[in-house]
C-alpha cells in the first residue's frame, strides 16, 4: 500500500465515525427485540388507588346564593336513601373530601372506633342539613347531638319522697350520625341534584321515593302542607310524619286495659317545645305540643 492509499483510508475511517451506516462503530439506539437490553431505571409509579368509585360535580366557582340553599333544605332535608357503606357513629361525624373517592380504610377505623351508626343496605333519612362557610354537615336519623330524655329524670312521688318512672316503659333511643362534605372551599353553588350527587360515595337516592318531590305532590293538599310545614296532623301515616318531623327521638309503645295498642313519637324535650305524635296502627290519632 502507497502512501496515497494509507492517506485515503484514515480519511474514510476518520468520516465514517460520523456517518451511520458506513462503520457502526457508535451504540444503536435501544431495540426491544435484542435479547438482554440495557438496564433501565424504572419508572415512578403512582400506588394511589382509588378506593371507591366516585361521581364528580362541576360545581358553580360562586358562592352559594341565599335562594339555592332555600332549595336544599327544602329538597334535600326528608330525603331517604340506601347507604353503600355503613355508617360510623361518633359526636364528630364521618367527614367527605369531596371531589375524592372515600378512604375506605379510614372509614373501617372510623367504624371500629366509634361503632356503627347503620349498616350498608340500610334505608336512612337526611334530617337536617348544617350549611357552614365551607362544609355542609348532613345530619342521618337524627344526627349525633344527644337530646334530652325527660322521662329518665322524672320523679313521682308525694312529699319528699320520689320515685323514678317505671322500668317497663320502653324507650327506643334512635341512633344518629353525622356526614361532613368538605369542599375545602366557601361551599359553592349548587342545586339539590349536586347535593346528592356529593353524597353518592355514601348513599345512594335512585331506588327511594322522593320524601319531597314527587311524592308529596301525589298527597291530600292538606298532608302536602303539613309537610312542607315540618308538622304531623291527625291521618297520616309513618311516612308522612318522616317526611314531615324526621325521626323521632323517642318512640313509646303503650297498650290500654281494653288491650289497644298505641305508639307516641317524641320531638324535643323540656324546656323546649316537645310533640307528641300518637299511632293506632299507621295513622295518627292525635298530635299533642307542650311548650
Known sequence: MNAAAALALVFLLALGADQQGLFPFRSQPYDPSVENPPALEPAKADTAVPDTPVQTTAHSSGPLRPESRLLLVRYVDGEFGKLVQSLPGGKKGFRIVVGKPINTQKLSDTLRLYGT???????????GLEIRSQEIIVQINGGTKKHFNW?????????????????????????????????????????????????????????????????????????????????????????????????????????????????????????????????????????????
Open 117 to 127: 351508626a347503620a349498616v350498608r343496605g340500610d334505608t336512612v333519612q337526611i334530617t
Open 151 to 291: 322521662r329518665q329524670h322524672l320523679q313521682v312521688g308525694i312529699g319528699n319522697t320520689g320515685s323514678p318512672p317505671p322500668e317497663s316503659t320502653p324507650l327506643v333511643q334512635v341512633t344518629g350520625a353525622n356526614l361532613i362534605l368538605d369542599y375545602g372551599r366557601p361551599v359553592p353553588d349548587m342545586s339539590p341534584d349536586d347535593l346528592k350527587n356529593d353524597l353518592s360515595a355514601m348513599l345512594d337516592f335512585s331506588k327511594q321515593h322522593s320524601a319531597t318531590v314527587n311524592w308529596i305532590d301525589t298527597l291530600p293538599q292538606q298532608f302536602q302542607d303539613a309537610i312542607k310545614d315540618h308538622r304531623a296532623v291527625v291521618g297520616m301515616d309513618s311516612e308522612m310524619v318522616l317526611a314531615a318531623m324526621g325521626r323521632p327521638e323517642h318512640k313509646v309503645r303503650e297498650k290500654s286495659p281494653e288491650g289497644n295498642e298505641t305508639e307516641d313519637w317524641i320531638y324535643g324535650g323540656p324546656p323546649a317545645r316537645t310533640t307528641f305524635v300518637t299511632f293506632a296502627g299507621d295513622t295518627v290519632i292525635r298530635v299533642k305540643e307542650f311548650n
